[in-house]
């Protein structure tokens, strides 16, 4: 039986209807293979700097379905308690290098879409505040060139403490993103058509009229947590990522973004309800290595009982509750590029982990650069 697709909150009334049979072009210049964050803004890229070049991007559900329609829109050059830990795994350099990427990421999103709403709350890093954590904080001030995190006042629930405020970040509704992307582009979206074999300058494609061959120029695989069904060398590891938006509620919590426990927890206020996604550490067995989007029980209750403690009480319903699929690559988490070439016409691009909404669009930009 094949697994009924389950909506995340951003979707919910937003799905377009099923995909009709398709008139598919047999040629392209630029195949893309994947429509979420990545596929759709190098789509959107390559429009600007090469206006004449066919480019088609195939995607096997009617919308997108793995991360990017699945996330918790937090655009974000990240918090302090993460990236400490990530200097003691990747180092001081490749910490930096993902940092002014993400800044990048988060003013191009800004600068090409002026009209879409962004919630300009910053974010909260709850964990404990440490020496080296604002050792690192000046340093990336430094860095950016302007005071980005800060020591605040904060508070959850009843209690009130200082906490690391970091004032670049905003909120955003990914599928809102991805809908001005698909608005914005000359490219040939074709939904419901899986990929099922690319390599050396031919695709050949399932559609709901049966099989299909696209011959190409070039091809990137934008296809994050699913990568390895087409490129098994490709070294993109599958991780789920699960979340929960509450019953409207009543807090004194702060109504910034907020991280807890390094990032794996995190939580943001879509209206008057608690969104918190976070768990993988503790389920970690269960939650690395799996494409499989459907949420778990033992999460929902684990994030329930985070959300009593972020509200400060546990007056609330789960209404919502939903997961998504990471693309990480394998050894290091920082630094390195997400692209590898697969043969001289074929690319895979893929592994942001769970920062693809400010990485993607900076790396597909720089990808249509080369076209220009
Ligand atoms: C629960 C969760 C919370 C997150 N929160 C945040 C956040 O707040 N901020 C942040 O920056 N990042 C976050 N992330 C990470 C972010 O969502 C991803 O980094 C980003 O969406 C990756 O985009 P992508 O285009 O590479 O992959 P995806 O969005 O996964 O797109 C891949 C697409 O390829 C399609 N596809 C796969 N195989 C084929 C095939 N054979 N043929 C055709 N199509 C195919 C899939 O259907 C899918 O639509 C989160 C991720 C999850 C799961």
Not at 323 to 341: D, E, I, K, T, Y
Request: proline share 5%; aromatic share 8%; glycine share 10%.
């Amino acid at each position: 039986m094949i697994e009924p697709r389950r909506s995340s909150w951003w979707e919910a009334d937003a799905l377009p209807p099923r995909p009709q049979p398709c008139d598919l072009p047999t040629r392209a210049d630029v195949l893309i293979v994947g429509a979420g964050f990545m596929g759709r803004w190098l789509a959107y890229h390559l429009g600007s700097v090469a206006r004449r070049m066919r480019v088609v991007v195939v995607e096997r559900d009617r919308f997108a379905y793995g991360a990017s329609s699945r996330n918790a829109g937090f655009l974000t050059c990240g918090q302090v308690s993460e990236m400490l830990a990530d200097v003691r795994s990747d180092g001081m350099e490749a910490v930096v290098q993902t940092f002014e990427q993400r800044l990048r990421g988060i003013e191009l999103v800004r600068d090409e879409f002026p009209g879409l709403e962004i919630d300009a709350s910053g974010s909260t890093d709850w964990d404990p505040l440490t020496e080296p954590k604002r050792e690192l904080a000046r340093a990336l001030n430094e860095v950016a060139g302007t005071e980005i995190y800060s020591v605040r006042r904060a508070r959850m629930g009843e209690r009130e403490r200082d906490a690391m405020f970091n004032a670049a970040d905003g909120a955003l509704d990914p599928v809102a993103v991805l809908r001005c992307l698909e608005a914005r582009t000359d490219a040939r979206m074709a939904f419901g058509v899986r990929a099922t074999r690319v390599s050396a300058g031919l695709a050949r494609v399932e559609t709901s009229d049966g099989p299909r061959e696209i011959g190409y120029d070039r091809a990137f695989l934008c296809t994050n947590a699913f990568t390895a069904d087409l490129c098994p060398d490709s070294k993109v590891v599958p991780g789920r990522g699960q979340i929960v938006v509450t019953s409207p509620v009543r807090t004194s919590t702060d109504r910034t973004l907020g991280y807890l426990q390094e990032g794996y927890n995190y939580f943001r206020f879509v209206g008057d309800r608690l969104l918190i996604g976070g768990g993988r550490h503790i389920y970690a067995d269960r939650e690395n290595g799996t494409t499989d989007l459907t949420p778990t029980p033992n999460v929902r209750s684990y994030l329930t009982g985070v959300a009593a403690c972020v509200l400060g009480h546990s007056d609330f319903e789960v209404e919502h509750h939903w997961a998504g699929v990471m693309g990480f690559r394998g050894g290091r988490h920082l630094g390195g590029s997400p692209r590898r070439r697969v043969d001289a016409s074929t690319e895979v691009v893929a592994g942001f982990g769970g920062m693809g909404v400010a990485l993607t669009p900076v790396v597909a930009r720089e990808i249509a650069e080369e076209f220009a």
